[in-house]
């Protein structure tokens, strides 16, 4: 990609990936770019109004929705809007609760928030996209964590180690939540305590690459496959990073930048790899 950058996020809208903040060694706030996957070519839009670390988006049609993150090392509940078209963006209504280094994600019509740090991270947020509207549900986290993978698989929700807030230490729980059944369930453990990795379903089968610990301090280049109620190790990660953007259009997984190096080297080692996987 154009710039070097870690800590950014990414979402498809029909044939381009939308590559939103991130950290690099000059700036705290990248231009944010647009990936035309037919064109193979990268291009800048317009500025985000608000220096986001640590925020998360979705899709919603031809728009994407950026909320939460660090605001001048202040955790906020902003939420914003990118009119892909139009090249614009527009402040929405905020999240009941700040997060950073949370998790967010799209199933059907709502949106949930997961985790990170803040103001109760424990509870989950439910955006209802029909009818622009926030709120707070009853069935909590059951293991409080930020900085973990988090991917659709199944129509449920996975959530993918982390660093547990209570303790400040890496995990490698995974837990489900099922929308449907509002229950929670959990799987069994990722071979290793990892967080900051990136996750997502090809095949009915669950993927996750990549990551950090902070003891040992370290970087990976793992990458697992959950299937038939086990974990099994696959092909590595060409490049070891974490807090890299993921995005899957249904034909292959992108892994974009990163940083290279763990804990406070990371802010020097940002990387502007992009790496695919197909199968």
Same mark, same amino acid.
């Given at each position: 990609?154009?710039? #070097? ?8 809208? /029909? ?5 939103? =903040? =991130? ?31 640590? *925020?998360?988006? @979705?899709?919603?049609? $031809?728009?994407?929705? @950026?909320? !939460? ?5 202040? @955790? ?6 990118? $009119? ?65 993978? *988090? ?33 929670? %369930? ?7 305590? &990892?967080?900051?990795?990136? #996750? *997502? ?8 690459? +990549? +990551?950090? *610990?902070?003891?040992?301090?370290? %970087?990976?280049? %793992? ?21 890299? #953007?993921?995005?899957?259009? /249904? ?11 763990? !804990? ?8 502007? @790899?992009?790496? &695919?996987?197909?199968?």
């Amino acid at each position: 990609m154009p710039q #070097a950058k870690s800590g950014t996020v990414a979402t498809v809208i /029909g044939n381009n990936i939308i590559l939103i =903040g =991130g950290k690099s060694i000059i700036d705290g706030s990248p231009v944010s770019e647009i990936f035309d996957i037919k064109g193979n070519i990268w291009h800048p839009i317009s500025i985000m109004p608000k220096q986001l670390i640590g *925020t998360r988006i @979705v899709n919603i049609g $031809d728009k994407c929705l @950026v909320c !939460g993150g660090f605001n001048n090392q202040k @955790v906020t509940n902003e939420c914003w809007i990118y $009119d892909v078209l139009l090249s614009l963006w527009v402040r929405t209504d905020s999240m009941p609760l700040a997060r950073a280094e949370h998790s967010m994600i799209r199933i059907n019509n709502k949106i949930y928030v997961l985790g990170g740090v803040g103001e109760e991270p424990e509870r989950l947020m439910i955006y209802n996209i029909s009818k622009k509207r926030w709120s707070i549900s009853k069935y909590n986290l059951p293991t409080v964590r930020y900085s973990m993978a *988090t991917t659709k698989l199944n129509d449920s929700i996975v959530t993918i180690g982390g660093v547990q807030v209570s303790s400040n230490k890496v995990t490698s729980v995974v837990e489900v939540f099922d929308p449907e059944k509002k229950k929670w %369930t959990r799987l069994k453990d990722l071979p290793q305590k &990892i967080a900051s990795a990136s #996750a *997502t379903e090809i095949n009915s089968k669950l993927h996750v690459v +990549g +990551g950090k *610990t902070f003891s040992p301090l370290k %970087t990976y280049d %793992t990458h697992y496959i959950y299937f038939n109620n086990d974990w099994s190790e696959r092909e590595p990660m060409p490049t070891p990073r974490h807090d890299m #953007a993921s995005v899957n259009n /249904g034909k292959k997984w992108y892994i974009i930048g990163g940083a290279v190096s763990p !804990g406070i080297f990371s802010i020097f080692s940002p990387t502007d @790899v992009v790496e &695919i996987y197909s199968q």
